[in-house]
């Protein structure tokens, strides 16, 4: 026996199997109890969100023999028939393929005939707005009044391409996109009917990526059970099956953004593409992400308009302390414009590319939203003193005689291990991959009062990659790893952050990989 998909094989039996629209469903019923069906309807919404299964239902329920209440029976002769595809008094078109007037004039002769049995013929016309214009105006006179015994349904995703005439003519039923949860409940009622096993986050993405259509979710879930045949359906199985990216790599990312370290986000990207994702997808996901940051920023009770767990909502809050509102608005626009411009690419890995530029420098662009991000960069510039001033100043000779100033440390003060680590700093440093990369090219090697070495960041979301979740923790073993190859021995390592110039706070921490190329600090033999 051939295989039945899951959208197919679980369509609404009654209305209380309908979800997501229950103004909807509460109208018809309300009309199948009164007796009071209209001769028109017209069912408008979005791809997958019940529109055609309601239609089909609702078609049942006015034919049923033995109906129970206003739900069909399921069991008498019509609704086996209706349900087979058998019946006919329900005719089904697709106006997409069938859109002439050769095919309304077959309907308006065929509607002159009344029903050989049940009350109602149904004439379900799905994607309406496909009928050309003879097509509509052939409609209209059998549309607006027909027989006593036809009930016609259209269905349509597109009502705004549907003529005035044609609108006035029906009962208008807007279905809305099916929410997150009720797609969850819905899944988590026919996995145990398939026999098929799920963690609650593989089933909640699966929900979050149908974009709101229910037969999208079943579609998706029927791919990711036929790929992991036999096993529980974990997160991550969704995520390799849908060629979608894990939270994470967004997390990463977004840090190497903020810094403005191109190569690394480049490496980053290079890394998502090697493993098959999508980059639709990717960028996709990677909006709804910087979203939540958005949301988290600016929102008092996050937990009210982000769907997530309590340990990702957690960790949400934590890293949205690196981003400002003004730049995660810059990064969606930026996304957004993306996201049109993919659709249609050729070479979607240059435009992506492209877009992570912009985010890293913000002086690659002339919008408006770019100014404030440019004058927080120049104001880093002046803080740091890296910024050179556009006219040559000349300096007097006696400050160009001046020493530089002096700090001195004794040999005997710094280990064995923590001198080799310093003097082949740029070595550890090369021996890192991305993202750990960018994040050590922003710190220094020192040392500690109890002779560990001490790993002094320039910025306090550098230390945190290593610091804030649990998935980072490999990336401190691997640290650990490259520093104790560099000294010979193991190492003990802290992480500090180092004092910005101009602030009040913190330490400053010198700078041992200095010490062992002599520029500015002199090593003071004991006597």
């Known amino acids: 026996m051939s295989y039945t998909a899951l959208y197919r094989k679980f369509r609404p039996a009654k209305f209380a199997d309908v979800k997501g629209q229950d103004h909807i469903v509460t109208t018809l019923k309300n009309q199948i109890r009164s007796d009071k069906i209209q001769h028109a309807y017209l069912f408008c919404g979005t791809r997958g969100t019940g529109k055609t299964s309601v239609a089909k239902l609702f078609a049942k329920a006015i034919n049923c023999e033995h109906p129970n209440g206003s739900d069909p029976c399921m069991e008498c002769a019509m609704c086996k028939a209706i349900q087979n595809g058998t019946s006919m008094n329900v005719v089904e078109i697709d106006a997409a393929s069938n859109n002439g007037v050769d095919n309304i004039r077959q309907i308006i ?5 009344p029903p050989t049995d049940g009350r109602f013929k149904v004439y379900i016309i799905d994607e309406v707005h496909m009928l050309s214009i003879g097509a509509f105006n052939a409609l209209l006179k059998t549309l607006e009044e027909p027989p006593s015994y036809v009930v016609f349904i259209l269905a349509t995703t597109e009502v705004h391409k549907l003529p005035v005439t044609i609108l006035s003519r029906c009962q208008r039923y807007d279905f809305k996109r099916i929410s997150v949860d009720d797609i969850v409940g819905r899944i988590n009622e026919l996995l145990p009917e398939e ?70 986000a480049i490496y980053m990207l290079e890394e998502v593409i090697m493993e098959g994702r999508d980059m639709s997808q990717f960028v996709t996901d990677f909006t709804w992400y910087i979203r939540n940051l958005l949301l988290a920023v600016t929102s008092d009770d996050v937990s009210s308009v982000v769907d997530m767990s309590k340990e990702n909502l957690a960790k949400l809050i934590t890293e949205s302390k690196q981003i400002t509102a003004d730049e995660a608005m810059r990064f969606i626009r930026i996304l957004s414009e993306l996201s049109n411009q993919i659709r249609y690419a050729s070479n979607k890995r240059v435009l992506v590319e492209l877009a992570i530029i912009k985010m890293c420098k913000p002086e690659t662009e002339s919008k408006d939203d770019t100014l404030i991000s440019r004058i927080r960069a120049l104001e880093k510039k002046f803080e740091d003193g890296d910024f050179a001033p556009a006219v040559r100043q000349e300096i007097p000779e006696k400050e160009q005689e001046r020493p530089k100033e002096e700090i ?22 090369g021996m890192t991959q991305y993202p750990q990369k960018g994040y050590l090219k922003n710190a220094i090697p020192s040392l500690g009062e109890n002779g560990e070495l001490i790993i002094a960041f320039e910025k306090n979301t550098d230390k945190v990659f290593y610091t804030d ?55 003071e033999e004991e006597e």
């Open 109 to 113: 002769e065929e509607v002159s005939y």
């Open 195 to 264: 026999q098929i096993e799920a963690d609650e986050d593989a089933i909640r993405y699966i929900a979050r990526a149908a974009d709101g259509a229910l037969r999208d979710a079943l579609s998706l879930l029927d791919q990711c059970v036929a790929f992991n045949f036999g096993k529980r359906l974990t997160y991550e199985m969704v995520l390799d099956t849908l060629g979608a990216v894990n939270t994470g790599i967004f997390s990463d990312m977004l840090r190497m953004i903020i810094i403005g370290d191109v190569a690394g």
């Open 408 to 429: 001195k440390i004794r040999p005997e003060s710094v280990p064995d291990d923590i001198k080799r680590v310093a003097a082949n700093w740029s070595r550890v440093i």
């Open 469 to 523: 979740a649990d998935h980072h923790e490999e990336h401190f073993d691997e640290l650990k790893r490259i520093v104790s190859e560099a000294a010979g021995a193991e190492v003990r390592i802290r992480l500090e952050v180092n004092k910005q110039p101009g602030s009040g706070e913190g330490t400053a921490f010198p700078d041992l990989s200095r010490l062992f190329e002599g520029t500015g600090i002199i090593i």
